[in-house]
């Protein structure tokens, strides 16, 4: 970029957008901030800042080179990496660093069971149960499989549970991926295995379907003040 662009971010407007957005949460629920390809481009390391200092109650990005940009900085907010770690040395300075890792496949689970006895530190985990989208993530008996893993080993702490709308400007088929994710979640705690944090929602969702809130929300480009194509209330 030359020297004669720039882009200016209203600091007291992206604090409205967290006031809004926090005032429409279920009761109980989290929000995950997303703050992803830096920012949106407006800036992570200054955005996440001022999200942190705004209510917010974690951070998310896709790659773990995003988050260890966080850490170095001094963010020391939760933050949840959403795209799985697949090298061991990443995998020891995430967990090292108390970054929140995803676990998409039972190869993840391995992985980082491995390092964190290594290391003996222990790392929470979000597992990721692909309802439809397709990209990545466990199916149904492969979902339950890890989960039962993980809830017996004292070094993966299984913080959280997630799924991703494949479409969510179709409220049929998000039903149906919510149908099938609330069934994975009766499943697993008919089983005894309770997760704190089950989250489905992100800006399109949230808007649109506040009983698919859950435990928490992920909101990206709403709290970057782009409201969703679409009719969704906006008051």
Request: charged fraction near 20%.
């Amino acid at each position: 970029m030359s020297a004669d662009k720039w882009i200016e971010i209203d600091v007291e407007a992206v604090k409205n957008n967290v006031r809004e957005v926090s005032s429409r949460l279920q009761q109980g629920a989290k929000l995950i901030a997303v703050v992803k390809a830096n920012a949106y481009g407006h800036g992570a390391i200054e955005t996440a800042r001022i999200l942190c200092g705004n209510g917010i109650d974690f951070l998310a990005v896709s790659f773990f080179q995003e988050a260890m940009e966080l850490r170095t900085s001094g963010i020391k907010a939760s933050i949840l990496v959403l795209s799985p770690i697949t090298d061991a040395g990443e995998a020891g300075q995430a967990i090292q660093n108390q970054l929140t890792l995803t676990i998409a496949s039972d190869g993840d689970r391995e992985l980082l069971q491995r390092i964190s006895e290594s290391l003996d530190c222990p790392v929470r985990v979000h597992v990721k149960h692909d309802t439809g989208l397709g990209r990545f993530g466990l199916d149904r008996e492969e979902c339950l499989s890890v989960c039962r893993e993980i809830s017996s080993n004292r070094y993966i702490y299984l913080e959280g549970l997630y799924t991703h709308p494949a479409d969510p400007s179709s409220y049929t088929y998000t039903q149906k991926q919510f149908q099938q994710f609330q069934q994975m979640i009766n499943r697993l705690e008919q089983e005894g295995i309770q997760i704190p944090i089950k989250h489905m929602a992100n800006s399109i969702v949230f808007l649109r379907s506040p009983q698919m809130h859950l435990d928490a929300v992920r909101i990206g480009t709403l709290l970057a003040g782009q409201h969703p194509v679409g009719k969704f209330p906006r008051s």
